[in-house]
């Protein structure tokens, strides 16, 4: 049976309202251990990713210049997504045709989780096990 992206997913992704200032983001990127931040709007629509990388363009301006920025003038805005209905194999495939770690995944236009490539990595091991007949640790 082929595992969906759903199944395999983690669903509890912290998001910010795309408003909300570039300091909410960092201070969450910061307090969750994470490298990104997906931003939404107010129906749950992804907009894009404010990430690290994003955030360096903040270092050595003008601290009066950038004290209002909001996530939106900062966030990218062409993001890796996959269908939370899609197959696995769709999204290691999406994996392996790009640099990137995660997929923001979603149901329509709403954000639902977020699908790393070690989430993956956890279901190949799960199903190795299986074929083996040993019994391998799940999520």
Known sequence: MSQIVKDVMTGKVVSVPHYAAVDVAIDLMLEKNVSGVPIVDEFGHLLGVITEFDVLRLYGRDDNA?????CEQFMTRQV?????????????NIFRASAIRRLLVLDGERLTGILSRRDILRCIHHQRGTLTGTQMPSK
């Open 80 to 92: 890796k997504t996959v269908q939370q209905d899609a197959s696995v194999a769709v999204a290691a």
């Open 66 to 70: 950038t004290s209002f920025a909001t």
